[in-house]
DNA sequence: GTTTTGTCTTTTATCTACAATAGACAGATT
DNA sequence: AATCTGTCTATTGTAGATAAAAGACAAAAC
């Protein structure tokens, strides 16, 4: 195969959902849009739709014929772009996996091993090396340097340095800036979880990467933003790795970002700069704890 | 071709200059060690140098037959890796060119002009990427984002942050640590630099290169250091291409740099801030000017 | 006149293949 | 005993090929 069509199979699975709801689809160049992808990627999902009865499509007539079932969706499996693969696959293997700093990491082998060709692995290990887990040697392997003590020291010096910078910046937002009203939104979400902590704890990793993200944002930089990308994947992937504690850390998290985010709403740079150092203090302790 | 032989090349013309000084070479490891590649490429060369009648081989015995001549080396063109010649056609591109923020990149056209596969490409802009000049839009092309005043204030912004942070380090630091040392022999080319200011301003740049990045490294910090590649690339093409009053402009630098030294010298925290905030500040409207 | 569709071309994502390079091992040499 | 050489194998860097996906343009439909 020369490409996957994951792109295909993920839009058409959410197509799917849309045709439960409605008796005819709008135009293709719409369902580009809402779906994300081309009028090439739509053409092919209406044919298949056709091709299964879904629905019946002359020119602009696209009618419903009936709803879709379980079985006509494609597993979730395939609908990950290889890229995703990869990573998951990368990540088990260093971070679950007993990987040794130092370790040699070989792109032929782990391309067999994820059942793929070496040049999206290449690719992704270029992508991945900027997050400073690994590093090549030229005409020869890479290196990995580990999920390390020293590696969660820097990464969140850094972060701290970024954190309190853009938290500065996020009081000094005008008031119409729409990044008061997703905080708004942030906010009521964290209560609802807390609201309900036992059950819903799980949830609270994505909100906090979104939390994050949007404080990270005020600071208008874009190596301040990218930056981010580093803590988010750690953590998500810690948080994966290391649930020992987990409904109670995360509560106790919740209860800080609530605090954080009233001191932000204050205006008030000193107490954003108090809140956030106590929150990112907190937050760093638990990551060191869960390094050996 | 599979992959371009610049690495015994490049490792041929060296060796071929280690020739010139003795009568005969070095065992094949040593050789090796010597010029940074494998035994196998080591083993090339000799053999080359058998066929050209350079030396005698015969297992350990190397011995000089005659002198190389001008035209036994590789031209240097044939020595840069296919990487640097993408590097070099990228940056002239959308520095020197009227590249405009916002212009769409095109691997396969790029891949043409340059005279390479799109593989080597589409890796150099995946690496590249980090650099915050493009963006990748995914199963389509990439945008850049272009060297505009928003880049260059944002990138000033970090890196005056991080050149604080490890000056602060930089202080710090006990007396028997190697920096200091360096140190000492980067004030000196400053002091030979400056007494023959109007022949050598052109060598600046580079020493303006290992200054900074020798303080960066006061900070142990990987992501502080790496970042430090961003700035050295964005000033390397910088100082290429605008070099009005670039005697003038260096000249000034290199006193700032004293100053900075002897602030780092002293030991003391405040006066090395004052220093290297006096000196970054300058580089930042240098920089600045340059951008229309 | 604007939007949609049908058709066609171009580009990207990925695989495979192969020369250059690195690296391993046993036997030879000092 | 240590190092070096001869030989062999494995891996990387790069090109080229191909299906998937994006996108351009004119004719058709509203």
Same mark, same amino acid.
């Given at each position: 195969?020369?490409?996957?069509?994951?792109?295909?199979? &993920?839009?058409?699975?959410?197509?799917?959902?849309?045709? $439960?709801?409605?008796?005819?689809?709008?135009?293709?160049?719409?369902?580009?849009?809402?779906?994300?992808?081309?009028?090439?990627?739509?053409?092919?999902?209406?044919?298949?739709?056709?091709?299964?009865?879904?629905?019946?499509?002359?020119?602009?007539?696209?009618?419903?014929?009936?709803?879709?079932?379980?079985?006509?969706?494609?597993?979730?499996?395939?609908? &990950?772009?290889?890229?995703?693969?990869?990573?998951?696959?990368?990540?088990?293997?260093?971070? $679950?996996?007993?990987?040794?700093?130092?370790?040699?990491?070989?792109?032929?082998?782990?391309?067999?091993?994820?059942?793929?060709?070496?040049?999206?692995?290449?690719?992704?290990?270029?992508?991945?090396?900027?997050?400073?887990?690994?590093?090549?040697?030229?005409?020869?392997?890479?290196?990995?340097?580990?999920?390390?003590?020293?590696?969660?020291?820097?990464?969140?010096?850094?972060?701290?340095?970024?954190?309190?910078?853009?938290?500065?910046?996020?009081?000094?937002?005008?008031?119409?800036?729409?990044?008061?009203?997703?905080?708004?939104?942030?906010?009521?979400?964290?209560?609802?979880?807390?609201?309900?902590? &036992?059950?819903?704890?799980?949830?609270?990793?994505?909100?906090?990467?979104?939390?994050?993200?949007?404080?990270?944002?005020?600071?208008?930089?874009?190596?301040?933003?990218?930056?981010?990308?580093?803590?988010?994947?750690?953590?998500?992937?810690?948080?994966?790795?290391?649930?020992?504690?987990?409904?109670?850390?995360?509560?106790?998290?919740?209860?800080?970002?609530?605090?954080?985010?009233?001191?932000?709403?204050?205006?008030?740079?000193?107490?954003?700069?108090?809140?956030?150092?106590?929150?990112?203090?907190?937050?760093?302790?638990?990551?060191?704890?869960?390094?050996?």
């Amino acid at each position: 195969m020369a490409k996957q069509n994951t792109v295909f199979k &993920d839009a058409y699975n959410r197509c799917l959902k849309l045709l $439960a709801d409605t008796s005819s689809l709008p135009s293709e160049p719409e369902l580009g849009q809402v779906l994300g992808v081309s009028r090439t990627t739509v053409r092919a999902i209406l044919g298949r739709f056709e091709e299964l009865q879904l629905i019946t499509w002359d020119k602009r007539k696209k009618s419903v014929l009936r709803q879709p079932r379980p079985d006509d969706y494609f597993p979730t499996e395939e609908t &990950d772009s290889l890229a995703e693969i990869i990573e998951r696959s990368f990540m088990r293997r260093i971070l $679950a996996g007993g990987a040794e700093p130092g370790m040699q990491i070989n792109e032929l082998e782990l391309a067999r091993e994820i059942g793929t060709g070496t040049t999206s692995v290449r690719e992704f290990l270029i992508r991945f090396s900027r997050f400073g887990l690994i590093e090549k040697r030229p005409n020869s392997h890479w290196i990995l340097k580990g999920f390390t003590r020293e590696f969660a020291l820097e990464l969140t010096e850094v972060r701290e340095m970024f954190e309190l910078r853009s938290a500065a910046r996020f009081v000094a937002l005008p008031d119409d800036h729409p990044a008061w009203d997703e905080l708004t939104k942030i906010e009521a979400l964290h209560r609802e979880i807390l609201a309900d902590i &036992d059950k819903r704890y799980r949830e609270f990793s994505e909100l906090d990467e979104q939390f994050h993200l949007l404080v990270h944002k005020a600071s208008s930089n874009r190596f301040i933003v990218d930056f981010y990308d580093i803590i988010a994947i750690v953590f998500h992937y810690h948080y994966q790795w290391n649930k020992t504690n987990a409904r109670q850390r995360n509560a106790r998290a919740l209860e800080e970002h609530l605090a954080y985010i009233e001191a932000l709403r204050s205006h008030d740079p000193a107490r954003a700069e108090q809140a956030c150092r106590r929150h990112l203090q907190s937050a760093r302790e638990t990551l060191l704890q869960s390094i050996p």
